[in-house]
Nanobody, 112 residues
Framework: QVQLVESGGGLVQAGGSLRLSCAAS????????LGWYRQAPGKQRELVAT???????NYADSVKGRFTISRDNAKKTVSLQMNSLKPEDTAVYYC??????WGKGTLVTVSS
């Protein structure tokens, strides 16, 4: 089975930074669009950022300028650098491959 495992979540103060990573296995990685989504309690899962096989990046307006998505095809990882975190960033963050495969999520809690 395709496996995606997120890491790096935790508790951070507002204004702080976290880096999330996701490692994939059992899949051809370099050709895929990768992404991060998040889901807060009572809300729909929403797009945070995507990165294509050509390294084109897209971000939700709410995180643009604060978050950076990156990929390492050799390591089969996708990362999300999160700076200037806000309480409204609190959510479970999921990595995805082409919106077809999903990790189990990692919780990010931002306190104020």
């Amino acid at each position: 089975q395709v496996q995606l495992v997120e890491s790096g979540g935790g508790l951070v103060q507002a204004g702080g930074s976290l880096r999330l990573s996701c490692a994939a296995s059992r899949i051809i990685f370099s050709i895929n669009t990768l992404g991060w989504y998040r889901q807060a309690p009572g809300k729909q899962r929403e797009l945070v950022a995507t990165i294509t096989s050509g390294y084109n990046r897209n971000y939700a307006d709410s995180v643009k300028g604060r978050f950076t998505i990156s990929r390492d095809n050799a390591k089969k990882t996708v990362s999300l650098q999160m700076n200037s975190l806000k309480p409204e960033d609190t959510a479970v963050y999921y990595c995805t491959i082409d919106m077809n495969y999903w990790g189990k999520g990692t919780l990010v809690t931002v306190s104020s």
